[in-house]
């Protein structure tokens, strides 16, 4: 499975961005999802989509402003970011997985897309 996320870029804050993760070379993926790395933290869950059924699940640092969907037809998963802040900023990476557990462990995602660099600015 190839991952490609894009979208990325600089927007000041209380701006938006829309991300976009396009698959291919294995789209039966049971569960993709959108985490995030800031300099000197940890990579972290911002949002998935069970492919199968929709279910959505948040951070609880953009519930409310973010909101992941999915294209099954182009086999696209997509981040519609709105009212952003300065805490946002870090490498955005979409990841898909073909098993169960739970969204946030990172170690369930054995495919991962290259990153998108999200800066906003205040």
């Known amino acids: 499975v190839q991952l490609q996320a894009y979208g990325g870029g600089l927007v000041q804050a209380g701006g938006s961005l829309r991300l976009s993760c396009a698959a291919s070379?294995?789209?039966?993926?049971?569960?993709m999802g959108w985490f995030r790395q800031a300099p000197g933290k940890e990579r972290e869950l911002v949002a998935a989509?069970?492919?199968?059924?929709?279910?959505?699940f948040y951070g609880d640092s953009v519930r409310g402003r973010f909101t992941v969907s999915r294209d099954n037809a182009k086999n696209t998963m997509y981040l519609q970011m709105n009212s952003l802040k300065p805490e946002d900023t870090a490498v955005y990476y979409c990841?898909?997985?073909?098993?169960?557990?739970?969204?946030?462990?990172?170690?369930?995602?054995?495919?991962w897309g290259q990153g998108t660099q999200v800066t906003v600015s205040s």
């Open positions: 989509i069970r492919w199968s059924g929709g279910s959505t």
């Open positions: 990841a898909a997985r073909f098993k169960g557990g739970a969204v946030s462990d990172l170690i369930s995602y054995p495919y």
């Open positions: 070379g294995g789209t039966f993926s049971t569960t």
